[in-house]
């Protein structure tokens, strides 16, 4: 089996940690360099019930795309939730790795999942890297369908290719536009709204879209819009980053299994559907 400073060393070569934004704070949260990994856990959040999982599984490395202490602390005492996440994790010899906007700006990253997920053919991204000579990394992804649908039949593709949420999917625009060209950012993505309708795309599917942004990204211009769970759309890059330690680890001979964690830790857990009267508010 490898060390874990061999695996943490792939996966700093997949996303590499200066790609990262200044704010984020990625790479080895805990773990010793010198133990042996054999399974490996790739999640989007390292919430309590991932980190059980992760015990129960017997995986010695748990990778998530979102950091624990984004803003950093001064202790991991076990009396807030946060700290007795990295108390069970050191007792049960599991190291935990963040990739996050540098999984973002990878290319494969983040937005080449999603694209993939909802049956996007990805042609460059949405805001390219400037110190990408290949112009092919960079923030969100611009990609292309294999040939027009409705909006809504759109909508009907992108939620059935992301896991299921309780707030399902949201849609702006005349659901009969046709839909060929698209804009996507996993996560929250409404600072990238300019861009997309500069970009000429006929939709952007996202997550996080807040009320006035999106009223006024829709007046200015006739792009469609699609808001799936912040969740939904990062999930599927787990499999992509699976995907590539597999291939490294079998590059090396190495002993190593990993998995996809199929919990649904969208923070949205229900979903009250409203009445459909004839006025737009109770008599």
């Not at 790609?19 to 490996?40: H, K, Q, T």
Request: with cysteine; net charge negative.
């Amino acid at each position: 089996m490898p060390k874990l400073s061999d695996v943490i060393a792939v996966l700093e070569e997949l996303y590499p940690p200066q790609w990262a934004e200044s704010w984020d704070a990625v790479g080895l949260v805990c773990g010793d360099p010198d133990a042996e990994v054999g399974r490996v856990l790739f999640a989007v959040d390292p919430v309590q019930a991932v980190a059980d999982e992760a015990a129960e599984w017997g995986a010695g490395l748990l990778v998530t795309h979102h950091p624990l202490y984004l803003r950093g602390t001064t202790t991991v005492a076990a009396t807030g939730f946060k700290g007795r996440v990295v108390h069970g994790l050191i007792k049960n010899d599991i190291a935990l790795h963040v990739a996050h906007t540098n999984a973002d700006h990878a290319d494969p990253g983040v937005s080449d999942a999603l694209a993939e997920a909802i049956g996007l053919k990805v042609t460059g991204p949405l805001v390219a890297d400037p110190t990408d000579p290949a112009g092919r990394r960079g923030s969100g992804r611009i990609g292309v369908l294999d040939a027009p649908v409705p909006l809504s039949a759109f909508a009907a593709q992108v939620a059935a290719g992301l896991p299921a949420t309780a707030t399902g999917v949201r849609v702006a625009g005349d659901p009969d536009r046709p839909i060929s060209r698209v804009a996507v950012c996993g996560g929250a993505g409404d600072s990238f709204l300019a861009e997309a309708r500069a970009a000429g795309v006929d939709a952007y599917v996202t997550a996080d879209l807040r009320h006035h942004p999106v009223s006024e990204a829709t007046e200015a211009a006739p792009v469609a819009l699609v808001d799936a769970a912040h969740w939904a759309t990062e999930w599927p890059w787990c499999t992509l980053a699976a995907r590539a330690l597999d291939a490294a680890a079998a590059t090396r001979g190495w002993a190593l299994e990993t998995r996809v964690s199929t919990l649904v830790t969208d923070a949205w857990t229900a979903h009250a559907a409203m009445p459909n009267p004839a006025l737009p508010y109770p008599a």
